[in-house]
């Protein structure tokens, strides 16, 4: 499987951006989708996640704010980022499971939140 993000960008605080994760190879075994982020000096950290079947999961720092979404027939998730806050700076990963378990991680995309 491979991930291809996009969407990143800078935008000031209060504002909104979209990201996609776009998937090819075996995609068609994926069940859970979801985004995880990185902040400078800080561990990775899960934001987000939605299964095949459409549960949803969230970091409770985004609740309310973000909103994960999948399209299973154009093997692609996007999360929508609302009421940016500078904390939101980080480069944000998409990442997939497959039914076999074995995970997959996609190239980062770079969100700056100015404040």
């Known amino acids: 499987v491979q991930l291809q993000a996009s969407g990143g960008g800078l935008v000031q605080a209060g504002g909104s951006l979209r990201l996609t994760c776009a998937a090819s190879?075996?995609?068609?075994?994926?069940?859970?989708m979801g985004w995880s982020r990185q902040a400078p000096g800080r561990q990775r950290e899960f934001v987000a996640r939605i299964t095949s079947e459409g549960i949803l999961l969230y970091v409770d720092s985004v609740k309310g704010r973000f909103t994960i979404s999948r399209d299973n027939a154009k093997n692609t998730v996007h999360l929508q980022m609302n009421s940016l806050k500078a904390e939101d700076t980080a480069v944000y990963y998409c990442n997939a499971v497959i039914d076999s378990g074995a995970g997959y991680w996609g190239q980062g995309t770079l969100v700056t939140v100015s404040s």
């Open positions: 190879g075996s995609a068609s075994r994926i069940d859970a």
